[in-house]
């Protein structure tokens, strides 16, 4: 059974603010910006401001700009990519905010490339889109640009950041009209290396979640250490649905550095395949001919399937990697892409020279909290914004470049409603329960966690691989314990149980864990093959599926999965 709270001792603090924004990415500060000039709003992130996956984005940000594109034509990428779970009215709203989203970030200082020679921004294009329509910066620095510029632009604004503080779980009660309604978020103040220093509730008017997605579930991913799925962790404790789940993208081209490689891994951008690159086997022999009519540019899910294909085909056995020649781009590849250029050095390869070795890893999470663009839910003062978020945009698999202009965007709307209008403050009966009495992963098994993960829950799965997969996270769930108590003694044989301690990364492995769970039973129940969920034992997509899975948790801990 999994926990219905994060275990931490009793809140020797409290805040009050209006809005408290949980994540400090591009969907964070977008919404914090936007409703600080009017009411009082707290970022709470559990790192430094940029520790998620916006400073590492390398490709940029998709829309319309140039007038040989259309709105309609980036709508039609959109939902091809989608594979039939797109909600098109959504998807027109994001395209067609889309171009103000980009000279918005442009208003506020942000630096993307010109046109060669021109005072223009360029435009390239990623895998799915039919026209050039991408921007990008510094190259391939393009989300440390949309980063830098939310944090000198939040700070210039007086945001007020609260850093090292990691959101535990929200603070709910009944409000006088019976509704269920959020009223802040309980908080672990941490020092920089994760150990508990205080916890604490931040009360609210509204609670906006925007903590990115769920990489690392998997053990090979190019998300960084932070984004470990607690927003949907928090969303399942707090009784909600979380939708879409089974629909991890897996990006075809990190760069593989060998067998034993673990965690975060440096991302091959597929601007690489828009310059021209071309992916090779072992053998030498192209993997993307005869696979798709765009070849090496065909949507992530096709690309990184015949990638997978092809690596367990090989002669003698399954090679864990194919290679991408960039090796036509010659020098212009190190100004072009200086942070490929970077990791393919730190591993003794010149791209301009060799080809590079790269394989599928855990990318994006299509699914997440049921919401709005305009990041509502279905409870009363919660939010949910950014990659955490499922809004109808994505569907099945997420085009190329779209998730950070869906960042800025929802990000900034909801700032703008919260500053129009928050959920008035009632007299509800808050929930009462002691945190300390849920169990927490110890970390030691957190390895076991991802290493399932990454071998049943892969770029392809199969009833086999996802029932394996249920049985070991089940029994992983069933070896944790509460934290002790002061004045328990912990025996390792016989007495009290030997217990873990909160923290930073005993909370984020009993978030992992949960996620994960998740992840698995949408998976087995979702049996035929559709954008990024590949089953080889139901191959073909089928109408009768052409529906979301929502999962929730419920009142003692056993995951469900239910039609929507
Ligand atoms: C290598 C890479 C390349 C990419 N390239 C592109 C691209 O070219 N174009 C594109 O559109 N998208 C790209 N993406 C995806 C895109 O970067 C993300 O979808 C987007 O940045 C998500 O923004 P966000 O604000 O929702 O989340 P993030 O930027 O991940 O921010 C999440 C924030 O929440 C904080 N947080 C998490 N949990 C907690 C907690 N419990 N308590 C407090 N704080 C918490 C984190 O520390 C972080 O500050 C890429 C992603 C990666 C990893």
């Not at 969907?27 to 992130?45: K, N, Q």
């Not at 509704?179 to 672990?188: A, D, K, P, T």
């Not at 205080?198 to 009360?203: A, Q, T």
């Not at 394989?359 to 999470?365: E, K, R, S, V």
């Amino acid at each position: 059974m999994l926990p219905r709270r994060l275990a931490a001792p009793a809140a020797t603090w409290e805040r009050d603010v209006d809005v408290v924004v949980l994540g400090s990415g591009a969907a964070g500060l977008s919404a914090a910006l936007a409703v600080r000039p009017v009411r009082s709003v707290l970022v709470v992130t559990k790192d430094i401001l940029s520790a998620g996956s916006t400073q590492w984005a390398q490709g940029g940000l998709a829309g319309v700009l140039d007038p040989t594109d259309s709105i309609e034509d980036h709508v039609r990428d959109t939902l091809e990519a989608g594979a039939g779970l797109c909600d098109e009215a959504v998807v027109r709203e994001l395209v067609t905010e889309a171009p103000k989203a980009i000279r918005y970030l442009m208003r506020l200082g942000a630096a993307f490339d010109p046109e060669q020679g021109g005072t223009d921004v360029a435009l390239t294009r990623e895998g799915g889109h039919s026209h050039n329509r991408i921007v990008h910066s510094g190259g391939d620095r393009s989300g440390a640009e949309v980063q830098r510029t939310l944090d000198e632009s939040a700070v210039g604004a007086g945001v007020e950041v609260m850093g090292h503080a990691f959101a535990l779980d929200l603070v709910m009660g009944t409000a006088p009209d019976g509704e269920r309604q959020v009223v802040g978020v309980r908080i672990g103040k941490t020092d920089e290396h994760g150990l508990l220093v205080s916890v604490g509730i931040v009360n609210a008017r509204a609670v906006v979640i925007a903590s990115g997605g769920y990489g690392q579930v998997f053990a090979s991913t190019s998300n960084p250490p932070a984004v470990t799925g607690d927003g949907v962790a928090i969303a399942l404790r707090a009784g909600l649905p979380v939708t879409d789940v089974e629909f991890v993208q897996f990006h075809p081209t990190v760069l593989w550095r060998g067998p034993d490689a673990w965690g975060q891994q440096a991302l091959i951008s597929e601007a690489v395949r828009g310059e021209g690159a071309i992916l090779f086997d072992a053998a030498g022999e192209r993997v993307m001919t005869g696979v798709h009519p765009l070849e090496d540019l065909a949507p992530r899910d096709v690309v990184a399937a015949a990638i997978s294909r092809r690596m367990a085909e090989a002669p003698g056995g399954v090679d864990d990697h194919v290679y991408l020649d960039a090796t036509h781009l010659g020098e212009r590849f190190y100004t072009r892409f200086p942070s490929i250029t970077e990791a393919c050095r730190e591993i003794g390869l010149d791209p301009a020279v060799d080809r590079i070795p790269v394989a599928p890893a855990a990318h994006y999470a299509c699914g997440g909290i049921r919401a709005g663009l305009d990041g509502s839910t279905s409870l009363r003062g919660l939010y949910a914004v950014g990659e955490v978020s499922a809004t109808g945009v994505h569907g099945a698999n997420r085009l190329a470049s779209n998730s950070l202009t869906e960042s800025i965007v929802s990000g900034t709307w909801v700032g703008r409603d919260l500053a129009w209008e928050v959920p008035d403050r009632m007299p509800v009966a808050v929930d009462v329960d002691d945190p300390l009495d849920h169990p927490l992963l110890d970390t030691a098994r957190l390895r076991e966690v991802r290493a399932v993960m990454s071998r049943h829950v892969g770029v392809v799965r199969d009833a086999g691989s996802l029932a394996a997969a249920a049985g070991a996270l089940g029994s992983i769930a069933r070896s944790m314990c509460p934290p002790a108590r002061i004045g328990d003694v912990v025996e390792p044989h016989g007495g009290v149980q030997p217990s873990v301690e909160p923290s930073r990364r005993t909370w984020e492995a009993t978030n992992i864990l949960t996620v994960a769970t998740a992840m698995v039973a949408a998976a087995l129940a979702r049996t035929e093959s559709r954008g990024c969920h590949r089953r080889s034992d139901h191959p073909e997509p089928r109408p009768e599926w052409r529906h979301h899975l929502d999962v929730r948790l419920d009142a003692a801990g056993a995951i469900s999965v239910e039609d929507r």
